[in-house]
């Protein structure tokens, strides 16, 4: 089992940048696959990044590619999601998701454990 941690949110101006961080406790950190989903206000949580296990291959929502960033460090037990260029649209709650299968899912059913969220709010 893992516990995930999630940090870094804020309010931020358009055209702004925020990092998110996810630190996961346990051991075996690395044979998680990792993904970061968000809410936004009275929407459903959708498929925001996620990467390997290795950090080798990583997927991005059409909706951020060329402004989000997911990367992880497994000697720190953290996954990360760089936000740039951010819009009133990513005004979200953010969760760190883990799936013990490996996959670069973007299904949320496919992740067993998850954060409690950091909130996201961008003003334009």
């Known amino acids: 089992q893992v516990q995930l941690v999630e940090s870094g949110g804020g309010l931020v101006q358009a055209g702004g940048s925020l990092r998110l961080s996810c630190v996961a406790s346990?051991?075996?950190?690395?044979?998680?696959?990792m993904a970061w989903f968000r809410q936004p206000p009275g929407k459903e949580r959708e498929f925001v990044a996620a990467?390997?296990?290795?950090?080798?291959?990583?997927k991005h929502a059409d909706s951020v590619k060329g402004r989000f960033t997911i990367s992880r460090d497994n000697a720190k037990n953290t996954v990360y999601l760089q936000m740039n260029s951010l819009r009133p649209e990513d005004t979200a709650v953010y969760y760190c998701a883990a799936d013990q299968a490996g996959t670069i899912a973007t299904e949320r059913f496919k992740y067993e454990y998850w954060g409690q969220g950091t909130q996201v709010t961008v003003s334009s």
């Open positions: 346990g051991r075996t950190f690395s044979t998680y696959s």
């Open positions: 990467v390997s296990r290795s950090g080798a291959v990583t």
